[in-house]
Each structure stands twice: as C-alpha cells, then as structure tokens.
C-alpha cells in the first residue's frame, strides 16, 4: 500500500547549531501547567538515540513526568537512508501513531508493508509486529507518539490501520464557518481507542473563542503557519515546528495569525476512567 504526496507542506527540525554569534533569548518555557519547545531547540546537542534502530536519531519532545503530563511520549525521529529498526518497540503494553512530516517511511505491520509519505498516519496497536525502513535516497522524518495502551475487560483492542490525512475529511466546528475544523483519524465514540491523535486547523483569523479548561493532556506540535496561543494565563507566540505540552486542566485558547492555515498534529487521552488507585490512601 502506497501514500504519496509530492511536496510536503509540514515543518520537520534538520538539527544543526547556530553561530556562535546568534542570541540565547528565546522562546523556550517550562511551568508547571506548560512548556514550549520551540523549533530552535531541536539540534544536534540534543538529539537522542535508541536500541536497534540503525542510522536513526531523534528529539524527545515529551515524556511522562508525575505532577505534570503522565500519559504519554512523543518523538520525531530521524531515519537516515538505509536505516530503521526491525525492533522498534521494546515495551509490548505500548501503542502508537506514527505521522511522517517529511520523506518516505516503509512500514511493515501485521505482515503488510506501507509506503508512508508526507501526510502519512499509522495506529499501531500494542503487542503489534512492525517494522520501519527508509529505502530511498534522503532522510525520512516522523512522529512516534506513544502511550501505555489501558485494556478494558470486554472490549477489544483496536486494530491497526494505514492512511493519509489527504484522505480524511476534516470536520468543521458547528457554529465556525469554516474555519476551524478537525481531522479526525478514528471514530471519537469508538470505545477501543484511548488515545486520539488528530490535526486542527484553522483559517487566518480563526479562533478558539474560549479558554478550554479539560483533563485531557495535550501535545501540540505545529504543523503549519503561526499563532498567538493562550496557555494557562499566558499568551505565547508560536510557529511551525514549535511543540506545546499542556498537562491536565491548563486553560488554552488560540488566534490563528494568518497569512496561512494555522495546523497542529494534537494528542490527548481520552475514553478512560480516572485512575483512582495509588491516591487518597489506597
């Protein structure tokens, strides 16, 4: 199966570092309701590896942290020609998405293989067989979002899928006018999935007209254009390739900025109970 899309509108990080005579001032913030990563701060120094992954690096953007956002991890990986890994996921309770930004990924999963371009979305169940290549001839770059996949007793696990945003109709907001509109990878009342992993998009001068306050954790990570987003009792300018990281309960709003859309690739966990064992004594 192929997805294909012949230029990629989506920012992805080369890496690098800056001269020695660029200023430190940036856009960098970590509090306790949020933090920013702008796309400056993914370069070389920081880049990360991991077991049985071949000429692949990658920028840890969040990570469960307690007191802060605990139920996932989200990466953009970096596969070099030639590289990839035939073990790529060491925990069996782990799901994922993969999203690809810029490049092509082949992808084996369940015994089928997918060429992924730019646009490209795969759900991957946990204790799923998979596997990642790049086998052309320039750097393939990705989001892998992972989460602790929680089982309920009489409900089965999702399955997985291969797919392309361009091939999803996004929904708009009631009451918009266009322009504000989700992409919605899975069905929301689908009680398999606890996790969903959608784009937002907005028009130039589209709004989030309230401070959403919710328990969903946020990883938000610019795909396109620019914004001024509210998070907590801040208002933050951001650009493609800035990742926003929201625990529970932080008030967020946005104004998209224009000249053009204004996207984000969003995680949040949804479709659960609230744990309750390990507080109030028990």
């Known amino acids: 199966m192929t997805n294909r899309q012949t230029h990629s509108p989506y920012y ?15 856009r960098a913030v970590f ?12 370069r070389d120094i920081v880049a990360s590896y991991l077991p049985f992954w071949d000429k692949t690096r990658l920028w840890v953007l969040s990570r469960p942290l307690s007191g802060f956002a605990e139920t996932f ?42 060429t992924m371009a730019p646009g490209g979305y795969a759900f991957i169940p946990p204790g799923s067989d998979w596997q990642v290549r790049n086998e052309a001839s320039s750097a393939v770059r990705f989001h892998w979002i992972r989460k602790a996949y929680e089982a309920i007793d009489g409900i089965d696990l999702p399955e997985p899928f291969v797919t392309n945003e361009t091939d999803v109709e996004p929904i708009e907001m009631p009451d918009t006018n266009g322009c504000w509109a989700t992409t919605r990878f899975v069905d929301q009342s689908d009680m398999r999935h606890d996790m969903h992993v959608n784009i937002v998009t907005f028009q130039p001068g589209g709004v989030i007209p309230f401070a959403e306050t919710h328990v969903m954790e946020h990883g938000l990570y610019v795909l396109e254009g620019k914004a001024v987003y509210l998070l907590n009792k801040d208002w933050v300018e951001v650009e493609a390739g800035d990742y926003m990281w929201l625990r529970a309960f932080c008030p967020q709003a946005c104004y998209a900025g224009g000249p053009g859309q204004f996207r984000y690739l969003l995680y949040k966990d949804v479709n659960r109970h609230m744990k309750l064992s390990g507080f109030g004594g028990r």
């Open 73 to 114: 991890s989200q990466y953009i990986m970096e596969v070099s020609p030639g590289g990839g890994s035939d073990k790529p996921e060491v925990d069996p309770g782990a799901e994922a998405v993969l999203f690809v930004v810029e490049g092509e990924l082949t992808l084996t999963l369940a015994g089928q293989t997918h």
């Open 31 to 42: 509090t306790e309701a949020y933090a920013v990563i702008p796309k400056g701060v993914m």
């Open 12 to 26: 992805a990080p080369t890496g690098g570092h800056p001269p020695q005579t660029q200023l430190l001032t940036d």
